[in-house]
Nanobody
Framework: VQLQASGGGSVQDGGSLRLSCAAP????????MAWFREAAGKEREFVGR???????YYADSVKGRFTISRENAKNTVHLQLNNLRPEDTAVYFC?????????????????WGQGTQVTVSS
């Protein structure tokens, strides 16, 4: 595991969390960084990604509530989760890689973090 995710936890409906993902410099500087999530009994799904120059793209389900940012000095990507809902409950994974036109496809990512649990209660 070359990516280290942190920041998960339990919050109530409407709450906020901030996840972080630290990467080695050679990965952070050369790859798109993305977040995925996997709810119990469901397939891993794309949440959002940030390009090398900071451009972002989000899944419709989180658009307007989640924000991805890069902290270049620390080789770290953050995922700010606001207005959380119970359906956001999942293990969240950071990833590096991706291919143009296939950014939502898990198999195009070369590096993965260990996952961090986010639980939202109603």
């Amino acid at each position: 595991v070359q990516l280290q995710a942190s920041g998960g936890g339990s919050v109530q409906d409407g709450g906020s969390l901030r996840l972080s993902c630290a990467a080695p410099g050679h990965i952070f500087s050369n790859y798109v960084m993305a977040w995925f999530r996997e709810a119990a009994g469901k397939e891993r799904e794309f949440v959002g990604r940030i390009g090398l120059r900071g451009s972002t793209y989000y899944a419709d389900s989180v658009k307007g509530r989640f924000t991805i940012s890069r902290e270049n000095a620390k080789n770290t990507v953050h995922l700010q989760l606001n207005n959380l809902r119970p359906e956001d409950t999942a293990v969240y994974f950071c990833a590096a890689g991706g291919e143009f036109g296939l950014m939502e496809v898990t198999s195009t990512y070369h590096y993965w973090g260990q996952g961090t649990q986010v639980t939202v209660s109603s």
